[in-house]
T-cell receptor
Framework: QKEVEQDPGPLSVPEGAIVSLNCTYS??????FMWYRQYSRKGPELLMY????GNKEDGRFTAQVDKSSKYISLFIRDSQPSDSATYLC????????????FGRGTSLIVHP | ETGVTQSPTHLIKTRGQQVTLRCSSQ?????VSWYQQALGQGPQFIFQ???????GRGNFPPRFSGLQFPNYSSELNVNALELDDSALYLC???????????????FGPGTRLTVL
């Protein structure tokens, strides 16, 4: 079993839909939880990070962490075709040299 | 502010050859990490350099080696290339020493290596 599990998709939704992307993990020591967006032929870019449990909102994006279930989510409201990309979850433990463990990514397609 | 740059963009090598990939970190950053991203997978940590020394290593064999230079730029060297080394190689820079356990990494566009 991998430390971080993420459904690769693809997930295809119509423009304007609410998108839910999820990851599960097995290492209870993870405290920092990140979501990256990766467009084709580009490097990942950080969308949001959350420390420990709870919710965090940034514009159309909301990140949720449920440490009791070892489950994290990213919600995208009013999805746009420009949101079409691969979304990677990542997490790491406190301290050390900050080396995140990534999920394999979910491919999202938002069609007009 | 200049972002992370990598060269070359694409590279084709044959099995057994050696390759060097280069990365220039973002201005003000002192730490460079290298990742391997196979098709359809998430990035896998190779190693990290801080103050020109290796500061952590993932589960990669010794034929993967690196360097960091005084200007914080970095190289990734891979010897005796294998077919499975075909992947996107990503460099990420960050600033260590801010007193936080979370240091945001900024990724470059990657070098796509194909081994035939």
């Amino acid at each position: 079993q991998k430390e971080v599990e993420q459904d690769p998709g693809p997930l295809s939704v119509p423009e304007g839909a609410i998108v839910s992307l999820n990851c599960t993990y097995s290492n209870s020591a993870f405290q920092y939880f990140m979501w990256y967006r990766q467009y084709s032929r580009k490097g990942p870019e950080l969308l949001m990070y959350t420390y420990s449990s709870g919710n965090k909102e940034d514009g159309r994006f909301t990140a949720q962490v449920d440490k009791s279930s070892k489950y994290i989510s990213l919600f995208i409201r009013d999805s746009q075709p420009s949101d079409s990309a691969t979304y990677l979850c990542a997490m790491n433990t406190p301290g050390g040299s900050y080396i995140p463990t990534f999920g394999r990514g979910t491919s999202l397609i938002v069609h007009p | 502010e200049t972002g992370v740059t990598q060269s070359p963009t694409h590279l084709i090598k044959t099995r057994g050859q050696q390759v060097t990939l280069r990365c220039s970190s973002q201005s003000g950053h002192n730490t460079v990490s290298w990742y391997q991203q196979a098709l359809g997978q998430g990035p896998q940590f190779i190693f990290q350099y801080y103050r020109e020394e290796e500061n952590g290593r993932g589960n990669f064999p010794p034929r993967f080696s690196g360097l960091q230079f005084p200007n914080y730029s970095s190289e990734l060297n891979v010897n005796a290339l294998e077919l499975d080394d075909s992947a996107l190689y990503l460099c990420a820079s960050s600033k260590t020493g801010q007193g936080s356990s979370y240091n945001e990494q900024f990724f470059g566009p990657g070098t796509r290596l194909t081994v035939l």
